[in-house]
């Protein structure tokens, strides 16, 4: 079962009669421990915290898993055909399994998964964990510039290369802890949002502001980047975009506050 308690999700194992801490403040503690500071975080520090403990890359029809080796320590067996920044998401999930078997270990002598939690719950938990490693939060907001600053949509984008995340990550991500949705736009016929990464109840508000005559021309005919602003009932919105191929923008759209 899990629940809230000042703002940090715990996951109670009543059956087991021990309480994960938060993915957060885990994988806070083992940046500490390699003394990682800043993006990107090098996975190789952190896997070489055990010594039983090995990444190995195989031709593989999954993207990866942990394979325990008993007293041997365990392997995360990772696809070699994979892009980096996926084997990067991968091994830094299977740590999250490391982890909860190295807790579950302390706590009731056995290395496994925590009993009587379920497995899309425990799965859910280790891309929590991956993606606080990768991407403290700490991290993407010394990252970001002030929301008001059409340089913001350039920082966005550099940070996949920066985080060593995939762009979809990184967008995800920034929706998640600052309240920025990306958005997607195409521009053949009347401007329309293609994808969007953040609350899909904002966007009616975006999809007018894109009819607007005086936005839709600066889409067209402007620059390869854009900077405008609009309101919502919590204050000013901010939007910088930046040009895409020549029927495409890709707009950040900084929203007042978190809910």
């Known amino acids: 079962m899990a629940r809230s308690v000042n703002g940090v999700t715990r996951i109670d194992l009543m059956t087991a009669g021990v309480s994960l801490p938060s993915p957060e403040r885990i994988t806070r503690r083992l940046l500490d421990r390699v003394e990682i500071t800043a993006p990107p975080v090098h996975l190789t520090k952190v896997v070489a ?22 007293k041997l320590g365990a392997e995360i067996v990772v696809n070699k055909n994979d892009r980096d920044e996926r084997r990067l998401f991968t091994i830094a999930h299977e740590l999250g399994h490391w982890v909860l078997g190295l807790i579950c270990e302390k706590k009731i002598g056995e290395f496994r998964q925590p009993p009587g939690i379920p497995k899309a719950s425990i799965e859910s938990w280790c891309d929590a964990f991956a993606t606080n490693l990768l991407m403290p939060a700490s991290f993407v907001k010394e990252w970001l510039p002030r929301k008001e600053q059409p340089i913001l949509i350039d920082a ?87 040009k895409r191929g020549p029927e495409r923008f890709v707009l950040a759209v900084a929203w007042p506050e978190l809910d």
């Open 49 to 70: 915290l055990w010594r039983n403990l090995h990444v190995v890359e195989e031709d593989l029809d999954s993207a990866g898993y942990l394979l325990p080796l008993g």
């Open 156 to 242: 966005i984008l550099r940070a996949a290369d920066r985080f060593n995340v995939s762009e979809e990550t990184f967008f995800i991500r920034v929706w998640e802890l600052q309240r920025i949705q990306i958005a997607l736009v195409k521009l053949r016929g009347t401007p329309s949002i293609e994808r969007t990464y953040g609350d899909a109840e904002k966007n009616k508000l975006l999809t007018q502001t894109l009819r607007d005559p005086a936005v839709d021309q600066q889409l067209r005919y402007g620059n390869t980047a854009v900077f405008f602003t609009l309101r919502d009932a919590k204050g000013k919105v901010y939007v910088s975009g930046r």
